[in-house]
């Protein structure tokens, strides 16, 4: 058969190269991920046989297996599983298809230290390739169930690999890691060794649920003295249908990184047995960071789903909500079919209980996360709060719930998050609304001009940035019977009483500013539909705002992102009658017949406000211009 040579995808061999000298301490783990992907191939043969009795594979005892050479230094690590065929050996193997892990490479290229290095490997697993930190080759042999050729893959971990197709492959797959001289300083370890192996195997691969048995040595001596005997080194016992008590937090945590692809520990553990006529078993976890992918549509989500320990698929969506799309983890259930597809499971009517009561173990946990570890909590909602928050839109049988484990920054934390609850407990009295602000960032928030009166008379407003919120506060429209307003729309009017100008003079000034608001309005109709004074500043001169039930150009933007039509709504542009230059153009206009340059000064007017709310001017190039005509004349 002929041998023919491929070079690595680029990221593929940058990954290689990071493998090869590695920045990664605990190089044991490589055994894990090898133990992972055979795990997986087990699984999926298990299940196309399943799904398919003619496919010609031996199911009957499906395992992993160890197998070292002390003397050609070599570890084996074999399976019977699903295999691969020659092209899925070059896409799955010389290929990095991962986004994440690209994604991976670049911050890894960012990172300055070895540290913060080795942190990013963490946080996302490089599967395969990590047997290069442990050897100066790595073969592999496989055979795709139902087919009759072989095909082994070889590399020095270099820039190339070859390929050749062989006859005698074994079903399944077989990865030979020629193994680098052990150099216990730098924790690579003599993975020869019979003890070794079973402590890396206990500690990381306990809970496979297939056999991982260790092939004694070739030539029939453990390095302590025992048997060839086949020995299986894994409890196999499905960690979710053991009682809590009975399990470590590490067995837990080394289950989440088998099926949450992470290399960090999660930051909850949540388990749920259910009884009575549907009876199913989940075991849940909510990891510590979030993904890279998380608002990325058609991400791949869910849990895994087994029935009766039989594992039947990967990233089952119609298990939670898609506001939960981060947790990870698997359900057991009892009395599902084996066939059972994702069309039929997105119907099932258990299926749908089952969500429901995964949903409120999901959101519970969460509450007492809050009350049990404020730290653990400010974590949780910084890395998944953005997401939770979408569930306030789409899911209203559960929007109390949500609502009570949300929280917001405010003007009155500082960096502490507020609960809505909270908030209004401690409103004074004569404030009615719960005040909020939406924005990109939490600097446009701060220094957003429709802030000014707020800040002024101490009234706390929640600082909304992320863009689900300005969603949500619409949909929520109000918490325990007070409403949830935009400090950025309607009339604003906080509280009359403080307001210590007469009804007189208020009407003095309206009546002064008539013909200036009325001839600004007509100048300004495109993106204009009324001007009038503001309460709500006191230090800018100009701001817009929306009506209660209008689009904010955030939202609109949105919904153009997403393609949809949606017309170019008009605001409200309010004017500070306190500033010098409100007040200057208003004498001005009273004085001047000739009110092209007012115009100018009405439109600049405008654009600030616009900027000053962090948008963008229509014609950035015709600002600038004007901007600049008016400071050389104060030269
Ligand atoms: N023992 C095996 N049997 C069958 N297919 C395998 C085996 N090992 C790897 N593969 C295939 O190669 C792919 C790439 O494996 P790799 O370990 O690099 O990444 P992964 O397992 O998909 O991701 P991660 O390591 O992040 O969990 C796997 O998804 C699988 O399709």
């Known amino acids: 058969m002929s041998t023919e040579t491929f070079e690595f995808q680029v990221e593929a061999r940058q990954l290689l190269q990071l493998m090869i000298h590695s920045v990664y301490s605990n190089k044991d783990v490589f055994l894990r991920e090898l133990v992972s992907n055979a795990s997986d191939a087990l699984d999926k043969l298990r299940l196309a046989k399943l799904r398919d009795d003619t496919l010609d594979a031996d199911v009957s005892d499906l395992h992993i297996e160890l197998e070292t050479d002390r003397e050609a230094r070599t570890l084996t690590v074999r399976d019977n599983g699903v295999g691969m065929s020659y092209d899925e050996v070059g896409e799955l193997i010389g290929t990095i298809a991962n986004s994440g892990t690209a994604q991976f490479l670049k911050e890894l290229k960012e990172a300055q230290d070895a540290a913060g290095a080795e942190g990013l490997i963490g946080q996302f697993g490089v599967g395969f390739y990590s047997g290069f930190m442990v050897a100066d080759e790595v073969t592999l042999v496989t055979r795709k169930a139902g087919e009759k050729q072989g095909t082994r893959w070889s590399s020095r971990g270099e820039g190339t690999y070859t390929l050749e197709r062989v006859d005698d492959a074994p079903q399944g797959t077989s990865v030979v890691l020629h193994l680098k001289p052990a150099d216990p300083d730098n924790q690579l370890h003599d993975y020869t060794s019979v003890w070794k192996l079973r402590e890396i195997v206990k500690r990381y691969s306990d809970f496979i649920t297939w056999p991982i048995r260790l092939v004694g040595e070739k030539d029939g001596e453990g390095d302590d003295g025992e048997a060839a005997e086949p020995e299986t080194l894994n409890s196999m016992k499905a960690l979710w249908a053991r009682p809590r008590d009975e399990v470590s937090e590490d067995e837990y945590h080394e289950l989440y990184k088998h099926i949450g692809h992470d290399w960090r520990e999660p930051l909850e553990t ?333 439109e600049l007017l405008y654009t600030l406000a616009v900027v000053a709310e962090g948008g963008r001017p229509k014609d950035p190039a015709r600002f600038v211009r004007l901007t600049a005509d008016r400071l050389e004349r104060t030269l």
């Open 270 to 602: 949540i388990q749920l047995h259910a009884e009575g006529t549907f009876e199913y078993q989940a075991l849940l976890f909510v990891p510590s960071h979030a993904p890279h992918d998380l608002f990325r549509q058609n991400t791949r989500h869910g849990l895994q789903l087994y029935v009766k320990r039989v594992f039947i698929m990967d990233d089952c969506e119609a298990l939670l909500p898609s506001y939960l799309r981060f947790v990870k983890g698997v359900v057991d259930a009892q009395d599902l079919s084996l066939n059972v597809s994702r069309e039929i499971l997105q119907q099932d009517r258990h299926i749908r209980m089952m969500q429901r009561r995964l949903t409120k173990k999901v959101l519970s946990s969460v509450k007492s996360m809050m009350t049990a570890d404020a730290e653990k909590y400010a974590t949780f909602w910084r890395e998944f709060g953005a997401v939770l928050k979408e569930g306030l839109v789409t899911d209203p049988d559960n929007r109390d719930a949500l609502l009570a484990v949300a929280s917001f920054a405010s003007t009155h934390e500082d960096g502490e998050a507020v609960t809505l609850k909270r908030y209004v407990e401690r409103m004074p009295e004569g404030q009615d609304d719960i005040y909020y602000i939406t924005g990109e960032s939490r600097e446009t928030v701060d220094n957003s001009p429709h802030m000014e009166a707020f800040r002024e008379r101490g009234i706390e407003v929640l600082l909304l940035t992320d863009p689900v919120d300005e969603v949500w506060t619409d949909a929520v429209g109000e918490f325990e019977g007070k409403r949830l307003r935009s400090v950025a729309k309607g009339e604003i009017d906080l509280d009359a009483r403080e307001d210590d100008r007469s009804e007189d003079e208020q009407k003095q000034q309206a009546e002064a500013y008539a013909g200036l608001l009325g001839w600004m309005r007509e100048r300004l109709d495109d993106d204009v539909k009324e001007v009038r004074l503001s309460t709500r500043l006191t230090r800018s001169p100009a701001c817009l705002v929306a009506d209660a039930d209008d689009l904010t150009p955030a939202l609109e933007n949105m919904y153009r992102a997403m393609g949809q039509e949606v017309p170019h709504s008009r605001r409200i542009l309010e004017l500070n009658p306190d500033h010098a230059l409100v007040k200057g153009l208003n004498e001005a206009y009273a004085e001047r017949e000739d009110r092209s340059e007012l115009a100018d000064t009405a």
